[in-house]
């Protein structure tokens, strides 16, 4: 496993970062150390939650149970030191605090997050989707960015919130800051505020990627270039769909996601399937296993990626593991590049 850095930090990562976001409700607390333990015998070292995991679904009495399957893990392995973790903070939440992002919460929901992490500092904190807002989650269809709060507002709270990041850092808790399901705009005020205040910039974005999900690849792809910020890519295989397990939704193993959420986060649409169908075909045509192809065709992308992965065992997750050694052919990338002009927006 190749190591690399994110952003312009000295955080020094796998290419390859695990996923954790349904240990506690579909995944028990001994499956996820075993996925904990195998993703570190093959060589990463870096993992990612969030205060409101598990998902699938999201449930206010859950709210950090994920964290706290973590922290036990780092309780009995006593190897914190070999992880870089990363978690989130959440955006305004009837789940866990209207409030949002705000030097005052980031700061106690922070503590929250180290003592069930059974840790002293977090490697990268990330904000999980902005107070004004988010056109992710599939609400790029309906976005309406004239409701958002004044650009005053917005840059006051960003000017306020970077200096509390600044104490965290200082203070040991954090090393570096990320943001998750931002847009371009929001990443430049971020940067803009820090190179104002002096305060740390944000390193990441962890953003919704995959073959069929690609709204990065334009204006938030140049501002990574030229700012030079990694994406962590989140549903790389967009909740399982390009596996091919669930046959053009047909076939629904009751332990699947699509069993306790039959839409998939609206990723399941009249024209998602015939795109799911052309990534197989490319697969088979050039005998891939799908699943692998899809984790390496992720990381030929130019620009900064490193994808998130997850499995419901150690087998499925290797599948993905295994991305990381394969190369795809420039035949491969070429019926790609034809699947996607097919088959652009599927959800």
Request: hydrophobic residues 40%; negative net charge.
């Amino acid at each position: 496993m190749k190591m690399r850095k994110i952003g312009k930090s000295d955080l020094e990562v796998s290419e390859i970062c695990l996923g954790t976001m349904t240990w506690g409700s579909q995944d028990s607390l001994e499956n996820a150390h075993s996925q904990i333990a195998h993703a570190k015998a093959q060589g990463i070292n870096f993992m990612d939650t969030a205060e409101m995991y598990p998902v699938n679904p999201v449930r206010a009495e859950t709210v950090g149970d994920t964290e706290e399957i973590i922290g036990k893990y780092f309780a009995k392995a006593k190897d914190r030191a070999d992880w870089v973790l990363a978690t989130k903070i959440a955006g305004p939440s009837g789940f866990i605090s209207q409030e949002g992002i705000t030097p005052a919460t980031v700061e106690a929901r922070l503590d929250l997050s180290l003592k069930r992490l059974q840790t002293d500092y977090v490697d990268l904190y990330q904000f999980h989707w902005p107070n004004r807002g988010s056109y992710h989650f599939r609400q790029h269809w309906t976005f309406d960015p004239s409701a958002q709060p004044s650009k005053e507002e917005v840059l006051d709270n960003m000017r306020a919130v970077n200096e509390k990041m600044a104490e965290l850092q200082k203070a040991g808790k954090v090393r570096e800051f990320g943001t998750s399901n931002e847009s371009a705009w929001g990443m430049m005020q971020w940067q803009r505020v820090a190179e104002e205040t002096g305060g740390p910039r944000m390193q990441s974005i962890q953003n919704e990627y995959s073959l069929l999900c690609r709204h990065y690849d334009t204006d938030l792809a140049e501002f990574a270039v030229h700012e030079e910020v990694t994406l962590l890519a989140y549903s790389v295989l967009s909740c399982g769909m390009l596996s091919g397990k669930y046959n053009g939704g047909k076939t629904i193993d009751p332990n699947s996601r699509m069993a306790v959420g039959p839409d998939l986060g609206g990723r399941v649409t009249p024209q998602v399937w015939p795109a799911v169908d052309a990534y197989l075909a490319i697969a088979k045509k050039h005998g891939l296993d799908p699943v692998t192809m899809a984790i390496a065709w992720s990381m030929t992308r130019p620009f900064d990626v490193v994808p998130i992965i997850g499995g419901r065992s150690v087998e499925q997750l290797q599948h993905s593991i295994d991305g990381a050694d394969l190369t795809l052919s420039e035949e491969v990338l070429a019926d790609i590049d034809a699947a996607h002009r097919a088959h652009g927006k599927p959800f």
